[in-house]
């Protein structure tokens, strides 16, 4: 598709526009106001720390342009086909950017410093002779040629916004500078009609202000860079090619070309191109990247195996299940995306600030200039123009509107390292003010997969000449073919001791619906099921209800075998625990967390699996359209409620939780009812998410807490508080320097972040 047909092409779902000309917090709410008013739009999130707009609906792209320029930005439509373009269209753009402001900054400071160091060497910065007015009359037209070429930006943003009745940063330097020099200039030409005090012109702090917010935007935007690692170590994750076999030929071929359903060859050492189903062999993949988890994982046939994961050890065939924008690899970094695009509460309220900031600021500049036109000392027009034009220039709230988006970028990108996945920033800040995590228990803390403990034979059988083996050979018979969860765990131990079930001996089968199953075998009757069925069988049970009661007692499931109306033994199942349950549940416990188990498990099975893992509050036996009843009890007491769970019957209850999160190896369903989904199936990504939400959080307020102070302190100061106690004004030049910078602390603050580890114990 051609730039012309995807102009006029209606938003099929959604399109990025990357925007030019936003300088502040204020403009991204005009930006997405305007792309709002827009018929056939949805949604429009601005990411002013990438300056890319995200936007949903059916509105043709060239209207959301017009809508862009008519705000007073500029904006193109993002033709990249998939995200590694996306990634590089942008850096390409940036970097273009990036030179320009370098460029820009080193023509302001090439006359800026020197006028500057002339001032502090000689003091001699005024017009009071004709000999003055000519070289003075030189640098206004030089500096007049750095605001046309280097700030040129700064003045076609001012006037784009004053035709749209608003008002941004570019307004403020704008002002700042075009007065200094408008004054300087007036001084030049017409020296007798300022008093001999006020004789001083400011070339100098219109070329070093525009040289200096040129350095700082730059070096912003350098910054900004390193916040799109994680993407970046995402989308190389994937291979270019892939080794496919088709026609019995196997061929080298781009990933794009891989089709579902091909069979795909992985050799050790290479990723994993497309997500897919093992069919042949067997290897050890390393998974980190997308789970976390350090553990090579075992594949063989059957496993899943998905984009960008790493083969380790052997050869295998695989099955292509999902390929292109399908893969997990490539919903993870779309859902990264979509959550760096997104704004916590915390950060709509900086937008909303940044907006009333810049009208109110040119108030007080108005303000503070005519109270020293009155009430200043001599020459007071002088003292007038320096402190409105200081004012303007420290007031820009860039750093403010920096704050947030930064920090979310960063944070959200920690967490997808880490193999959790956050939904939208709102999740991400209510993530850090839980009080009480409910946990489902079967998938959850438990491994979710039934596994056979014991067996415990009967003397009577022991004496047929009967044991372990032959009484697991049997009740893998009976259950054979069945997709009951301990039916399964029977097949598998039997598969894991050798044992293979005896074909076609089993006759006039019999599902007893909620008991168990009934058939005939060798001409004998063969039971199978739980202690209900014992009991309408008249089956008499003995000692044996005790030694099932102990089972029970540490969290197995018991099921018992009859021949021929007497019990043949007791066959425990249990769903294991965890292997690292105990230390997470312990680490958010640890943190201040309520920590409650929710189960539609038996009340005996509930108990000794929350002793095990040290959780004192459960709730047992819940059916699955309570457990939302649970949560919102809870929300009730005033507890802010994080819902953990795996499972079809968990969705509701992750829907109306404060914070859901999905154990990302559980259902589609669940996920997709989640705001955070924990890649790999450790409780320790629950702890990890928490912990990230917290420092990206108190990151924000870091950011948010430095840009208020430094907007509300320099203010008063530029403004000239200080001077009838101190005799200081604060010199224009260092208030566009501290402006700048500031941008740049907030920048390197938020990047702190990379280096963040959450503690494990």
């Known amino acids: 598709m051609n ?259 091909d069979i795909v060859r992985v050799r050790p050492g290479e990723k994993i191109s497309v997500d897919g189903k093992v069919t042949e062999g067997h290897t050890a993949i390393d998974e980190s990247m997308l789970t976390g988890e350090p553990m090579p994982v075992e594949k063989t046939t059957g496993d899943t195996v998905a984009a960008g994961t790493i083969n380790k050890t052997g050869s295998i065939l695989f099955k292509a299940t999902r390929v292109g924008k399908n893969t997990s690899l490539a919903h993870i970094i779309k859902m990264v995306k979509q959550a760096q695009n997104s704004k916590p509460p915390i950060g709509r309220l900086a937008d909303i600030i940044s907006a009333y900031f810049v009208p109110v600021i040119m108030i007080i500049a108005v303000i503070s200039a005519l109270v020293w036109l009155n009430f200043g000392p001599h020459p007071a027009i002088a003292y007038a123009l320096v402190t409105a034009t200081t004012v303007l220039i420290i007031a820009c709230p860039c750093a403010l509107g920096l704050a947030t988006p930064m920090s979310v970028m960063v944070g959200m990108g920690k967490a997808a390292e880490a193999g959790v996945l956050i939904r939208n920033g709102e999740a991400l800040q209510t993530a850090s003010k839980i009080t009480a995590m409910v946990l489902d228990k079967t998938g959850t803390i438990t491994l979710g997969t039934p596994k056979v403990t014991d067996i415990l034979v009967t003397e009577t059988v022991l004496g047929n000449g009967l044991n372990e083996s032959t009484i697991l050979q049997l009740a893998a018979t009976l259950e054979n073919g069945s997709e009951h969860p301990l039916a399964m765990a029977i097949m598998e131990h039997a598969k894991e001791k050798g044992i293979s079930p005896q074909d076609g001996k089993a006759s006039h089968f019999k599902a007893i619906v909620g008991q168990g199953v009934q058939a005939e075998m060798d001409g004998k009757i063969i039971l199978l099921g739980n202690e209900k069925l014992m009991y309408t069988q008249n089956i008499e049970l003995g ?175 530029a403004a000239g508080v200080l001077f009838p106690i101190f005799g200081v004004l604060l010199n224009p030049v260092i208030a566009g320097a501290a402006m700048a910078f500031s941008s740049v602390t907030v920048v390197t603050n938020a990047n702190r972040l990379r280096f963040f580890k959450a503690e494990k114990h």
């Open 3 to 261: 730039s012309t047909e995807s102009s006029t092409d209606d938003l099929g779902s959604s399109v990025e526009l990357l925007i030019d000309g936003a300088s502040c917090g204020s403009c991204v709410k005009k930006i997405e106001n305007a792309i709002q008013q827009v018929n056939g739009v949805e949604k429009a999130e601005m990411n002013f720390a990438q300056r890319t707009v995200s936007v949903s609906g059916t509105s043709s792209s060239d209207a959301l342009i017009l809508a862009v320029e008519k705000a007073g930005y500029n904006a193109t439509l993002s033709l990249a086909e998939n995200e590694e373009q996306a990634l590089s269209e942008k850096e390409a753009a940036d970097w273009a950017y990036y030179k320009k402001l370098m460029r820009d900054m080193i023509l302001a400071l090439s006359l800026g410093m020197p006028l500057m160091l002339y001032g502090l060497i000689t003091g001699e910065m005024s017009v009071n002779s004709s000999q003055q007015q000519i070289a003075w009359f030189v640098v206004g037209v030089l500096t007049f040629l750095v605001m046309v070429f280097s700030g040129k930006h700064f003045y076609i943003g001012a006037w784009q916004s004053f035709k749209n009745h608003s008002a941004n940063m570019d307004t403020l330097i704008a002002l700042g500078t075009g007065t200094a020099w408008l004054y300087s200039m007036v001084v030049v030409f017409a020296p007798e009609a300022v008093p001999t005090m006020a004789r001083h012109v400011y070339f100098e702090a219109t070329a070093m202000i525009i040289g200096l917010i040129n350095l700082g935007l730059a070096m912003e935007l350098k910054a900004r860079g390193r916040t799109s690692d994680a993407i970046k170590r995402l989308i190389g994750l994937q291979p270019k090619t892939a080794s496919v076999i088709r026609d019995g030929q196997e061929i080298n071929i781009a990933i794009d070309l891989v089709r579902f359903n």
């Open 543 to 717: 000692d044996f209800k005790d030694k099932a009661q102990q089972l029970a007692a540490a969290a197995k499931t018991p099921m018992y075998l009859s021949i021929d109306g007497q019990l043949a033994a007791i066959i425990a199942v249990a769903d294991p625990i965890k292997d690292d349950s105990i230390a997470a549940i312990k680490r958010l416990q640890n943190n201040g967390m309520r920590v409650i188990m929710l189960t539609g498990d038996n009340r005996e099975t509930a108990k000794a699996v929350a002793e095990k893992v040290g959780i004192t509050e459960f709730f047992a036996e819940v059916m699955p359209e309570d457990k939302s009843a649970k949560v919102q009890a809870l929300q009730a007491q005033g507890e802010i409620v994080g819902m953990t769970g795996d499972g079809i019957n968990d969705a509701p209850a992750l829907a109306v939780a404060n914070v859901g999160f999905a154990i990302g190896t559980g259902t589609d369903v669940a996920i997709e009812s989640a705001d955070i989904t924990l890649m790999r199936g450790s409780l320790h990504g629950l702890a990890d998410a928490i912990a990230i939400s917290k420092a990206t959080l108190r990151n924000i307020k870091q950011n948010l807490l430095g840009a208020f102070i430094y907007n509300v302190a320099g203010v008063p100061i």
